[in-house]
C-alpha cells in the first residue's frame, strides 16, 4: 500500500489547493523548475509552459477543462537531446502520460531527473467550446469540478474524454487526486513510487486516505467503458467497408494536421512528406487515365491506413487528432476502434508499464499462426 | 458468371530472395506451371516488406497481395519472418476491423525446396481472388 495525503482545500478552492502545493515543491527544494498548463493573458486557453519562478505559479492552472495539446511532446521537445541536468516537475494528464511512456519506449524522450506529477483528469473540452466555457464563469477550473463533483458527465466534454477509461493517471511519481474526494473540503496526494513517498514525507503532510475514491474510480471507468462500446457500434455502423470508410473520409484535405496533433507520430521527416510522393506530371495523368479521374492531392486512404500502421499499436486515445481535424473526421473515434483489435491482439496496453515490450519491436516464435501457412 | 470467368486478376507477390523466390525458380527449372497473374517482386527478406507496400499495391488496385518467407525457424536473417509476421498480422486487423477484405492479402512461407508449394499456392490464390472478384479499390478514383 503507497502512502497518501490530505490536502486541504481552502478559500482558493481545489486550483489554489494544487497552487499551493506546487509551490510547496520549490520551498523544499524538491524541484528547480516545473513544466505545468499556465493560463495565457486573454483568459481563454492554457497553454504548457515551463515555470522557473514560483510567483508565475499563480497562473498555473492544471485542472482547466481543455488540452490544447499533448504535453507528452513537449517532455520529448526537452528531453530527447540530452536529459535534463535540473530537476523537472512536469505535471501531467493521464493520457499524457501515457503517451510519454511511450515515447520514452520509442527513444523520443527521457524521464531521467524528472518528477512527474500526475492529476485526475475528469475530461476536457475543446478550445472553443472552452472559450465559450470560460466566458459564463468566474473560475472555469473550481466550476468545471462543482459540476464534476454533482456527479453528471458533461456532455460538452470531447467525446475523446467521455469514452477514456483512464481517468487516473499511473507511473507517476505522484497523483493529484480529485474522484471519490469532497472537493469542498480536500484533495487526494498519492504516492505512485518510491520517490513520490519520500517527497510526500520531506513535505511533511499527514499521512491519510478515502475509502470513497476506488468505487468512485470503478463507476467513472465503468460508464465510460460502456459509451465506448457505444460508440465503437456506431463507428462500424458508419465506417465500415470501402464506400463507408470514404464517406467518412469524404471531406479529408490532406492536411496532415492529426499526424502534427499525435503525440505519437514522432518521425522527423514524415514517409507522406517526403520525395517518395511527388511524382512526375505523367504519372498523375497516368493514373487519372486508368481511373477516369484522380483526387487531388492523392492517397488519401492510404495515408490514414498508413497511419494507423504506424502508431495504432501505441494509440492512447488522447483524441487530439479529431481536435486538429479542420473538418470534423472522427479520426479518433476510428483510431479507438481499431485500436482496441489491434491492441488486444498482442496483450499490450498503451502507457500501462514501461517493460511492456512494443509489439512491433520484438515477437514470439510461437505465435500468430493464422497468419502464414 | 461469363464475366468472372474473363476476370484475371492482378496479384503482386513479395518473395523473400532466400526461400520463396528460390522456390519459384525451382518451380520453373521442374517446369511446374503457375498463373501469370502473380508479378513477383524480389525482395531480400519478408521482413523488408513494409505494409505501405502492401497498401499501395490495394490501392493501386492489386486484385491481391501475397508476402512468401521463409518457414519460421529458417530465416535467413534469423527473424525478419517472425517480424513479418507480426506487421502482417496488424495489417490484415486493421483491414479486417474497416471491413476492406483482408482475405486479398495472403502470408505463406515456402522454402527453397518447395517449388510445387510456390505452384499450388499461387493457383490456390489466383482461384480464390478470382473467386472474390475485382479490387473495388480499383475503380474509385477518390480515394
Known sequence: MSSSAILPVGDGGVLGAVRAFLGSLWQKKLIDALLVPLELPSGDNVVPAIVSDPEKLKMANPLAPVMPLNSARQVSAITIASPSAERLGVVLRPCEMRALIELVKLKQASLENLLLIGIDCPGTYSISDYGRFVQKVKSPANDFLSKFQEGKEDPLLRKACQICE??????????????????????????????????????????????????????????????????????????????????????????????TACPLCYCQECFFDSPVFKFEAEKYLGWAQRRGALRMPTDTLLFHLTRLNHMVISCVGCGLCTEACPNNIPVADIFRLVGDKVQKDFEYVPGRNLDDELPLTTFREEELHNIGI | MAEEDQFEPVIVGFFCNWCTAAAADLAGTSRMQYPPNVRPIRVMCSGSVDPVYVLRALLGGADGVIIGGCPPGDCHYVSGNYRARRRMAILKTILATLGLEEERVWVRWISAAEGAKFSRTMNELTQAIKKLGPNPMKRDWSI
Open chain 1, 166 to 259: 483512464y481517468p487516473v493517471p499511473a507511473n507517476t511519481d505522484l497523483v493529484i487526486g480529485l474522484l471519490g474526494m469532497d472537493l469542498n473540503n480536500s484533495i487526494l496526494l498519492e504516492a505512485g513510487t518510491a520517490a513520490g513517498e519520500r517527497i510526500i514525507g520531506e513535505l511533511g503532510l499527514e499521512k491519510g486516505g478515502v475509502r470513497s475514491r476506488e468505487a468512485a474510480i470503478a463507476k467513472m471507468v465503468s460508464q465510460r467503458a460502456e459509451r465506448r462500446e457505444r460508440l465503437f457500434e456506431q463507428v462500424r455502423k458508419d465506417a465500415r467497408g470501402l464506400e463507408k470508410l470514404m464517406a467518412a473520409l469524404a471531406t479529408c484535405i490532406n492536411c496532415h494536421n492529426c499526424k
